[in-house]
C-alpha cells in the first residue's frame, strides 16, 4: 500500500512538475505549487490503479484528501477556520475521487 501510494504520488508529480518548469521556467512558487497539488492527485490515484493493495480505497482517499488539505492549510499560513474549509474541500475531494479521476488519461 504505502510502495504504491509513494511511486503513484511521485510520478504524477515528477510529470507534472516537468510541464510546470518547460512552460513556466522560473516561476518556482508555480513549480512547488504544481508539485504539491500533484502530489494530492498522486495519492487519491493509487486506489485506483492499484485497488486490492487498499482495504478501503474510498476511506483512505477521504482521509488522505482531509490530512492533505490541514498540511496545506498550515503551510500557506491560513487561519483555523480556513484550515477546516480547506480540510473538508479535499475531503469532499478525495471521496469524489473515482468520478472525476477518469478523465486523467482515462483512468
Not at 507534472?16 to 508555480?30: A, P, T
Not at 505549487?33 to 487519491?44: A, K, Q, R, T
Not at 477521504?62 to 496545506?72: H, K, M
Amino acid at each position: 500500500m504505502i510502495k504504491v501510494t509513494l511511486y503513484t504520488s511521485l510520478i504524477v508529480a515528477s510529470f507534472f512538475s516537468i510541464l510546470s518548469l518547460i512552460f513556466y521556467f522560473g516561476d518556482w512558487s508555480r513549480l512547488i505549487y504544481v508539485f504539491v497539488m500533484s502530489l494530492f492527485i498522486g495519492l487519491v490515484l493509487a486506489p485506483e490503479i492499484e485497488p486490492k493493495s487498499f482495504k478501503n480505497p474510498w476511506l483512505f482517499q477521504i482521509l488522505g484528501g482531509a490530512i492533505f488539505g490541514i498540511i496545506l492549510a498550515i503551510f500557506m499560513g491560513f487561519e483555523m477556520n480556513a484550515i477546516i474549509a480547506l480540510s473538508g474541500i479535499f475531503a469532499f475531494l478525495g471521496f469524489t475521487a473515482s468520478s472525476w479521476l477518469k478523465y486523467f488519461h482515462g483512468f
